[in-house]
């Protein structure tokens, strides 16, 4: 139940790709990497998550903290979300401020 | 009724979750319950990884059994011997704010009590137990 993760950063987009599990043993690793992008001029954080299975509140916390400490005018996309996901972002009343999609839209 | 017990640390979280989730798995539970169980008890076994022991170093009693009574469904006993420690107190977070204003912690334990249909915390001698029914 391991997390793969990828990060680039285009034309102030930054795109993270999730897959596997975002639970409380590996959310302080990928949020020290998601200090990378602090101080860089970004406009939209995208979570591409269609192979995310799991993600528990440890990992929510990792999004806020980016939305928190990379820039309160960051856009943040949650796209391709299984509803095992969603249903977590759900509950959390996190969807009622990213903008979710099933394909990156831009 | 299966019980083992696991040092309270977080590298043993994914042992303890296996545990409980073979065992509801036995009993009958869907994936799409397993994978809310499985959030709900990642919460509960972090919140006493994080704040039962601060200064020692412990370990998680955990024991399933069918849920007693009526209404069939797995109850889960968590029982450690940390600090006096009832996290159910905890007030539930504001899932109204934006993420620019949300508090770090409360979310974890909110997401357990959505998901549990029955939590109850005892301190009992030097013993917290917590026990948390889902019904199938």
Redesign the interface.
Known sequence: MDLQYKMELNDGIARVTLAGSLDATNAGNFQEELKKLIGQKISKIVFMVKDLTYIASAGLRVMIFAKQRIGADVQVYLVGAQEAVLDVVKMSGLDTFMTIQKEFEG | MPASTHPAK??N??DMLGFILDYARELGFDD?KI??I??AM??IL?NIISYSYPQTTGSIDIACSPTEGDKAGITIEVKDLGIPFNMLDKADPD??????E?Q?GG??I??AK?IMDVLTYERSGEANILRLTKYA
């Open positions: 977080l590298e979280l994914n799409k994978g809310k499985r959030l990642e919460e972090v899932t109204t704010l934006p993420m620019e949300r770090i979310l974890g909110f997401f959505q």
